[in-house]
């Protein structure tokens, strides 16, 4: 197979690009990234991926294909090294099953969330071709719903709400936004004492936050995490690695995004009137 460029940063350098635009990982490749120096131990991974790739509906095979590689051995002889060519989709699917006590699989579980939603915002030809108002709504209403989910995942780890639970969506900001908490947010956006912060940002702003808000739902889930403190400190982890993963794809950083001109309700306002 022709291989055209590896992209850069992390994760993004193992990523190999064919001649056709196509990419994919190599699931040996992968494990080191992932630090499985035991590459057997790494395939109870993705068969584990694969389960899960079949529960979801999708067809194993168009994620998980089996590739025989010939590899130079010491005495300069060669021998067939199997290998597992990975969709983005199963990288995301393996890293859900990796030991989550790995750091390095904690930032694989935030970067491949980020860029298979991403991916399937870029395929998905109606989110597309949405104006930023209609963006921006689409986004807000879904944050809405997971912000729902978060704080019932959080009162599960024994975050109770009011006060605690404003501390604990601060330590998520603070992580995202490079130590800034809701306060400094909201001063630094100029708003005034009734505005809402989400309620002011830009598509790409919002689509940040919604990453942290579901990624940080899925760890305190998949860890059954306990306890005000450490439920505080996986949102705050969270929020910091999804900034670190921006950081590494050159985007923008959260807090640098500038306002949007109209509110989320006067967007709504625009918004149904093009209807």
Known sequence: MNIKKRSENNFEEIKIMDEEGNEYWSARELALALDYSDYRNFKTVIHKAQGSCKNSQQKVLDHFVDV???????????RELED??????ACYLIVQNADPRKEIVALGQTYFAIQTRRKELEDDEN??????????????EELK???????SAAKDAGVKAGIEFAV?????????YGGLGAREIHRRKQLKKSQQILDHMSSGELAANLFRATQTEEKIRREKIQGKSK?????HQVGAKVRQTIKELGGTMPEDMPKPAKSIGQAKRTVKKLK
């Open 168 to 176: 604990f969506q601060d330590h998520g900001y603070r992580g995202l």
């Open 145 to 151: 719903v997971h912000n729902k989910h978060l704080a």
């Open 84 to 89: 597992i060519l990975l969709s983005r989709y």
């Open 68 to 78: 025989t590689d010939m590899v130079v051995i010491g005495s300069g002889s060669q």
């Open 127 to 140: 989110f597309s071709s949405l104006t930023e108002d209609e963006k921006r709504v689409l986004l807000r």
């Open 231 to 235: 439920a505080n400190k996986a949102h």
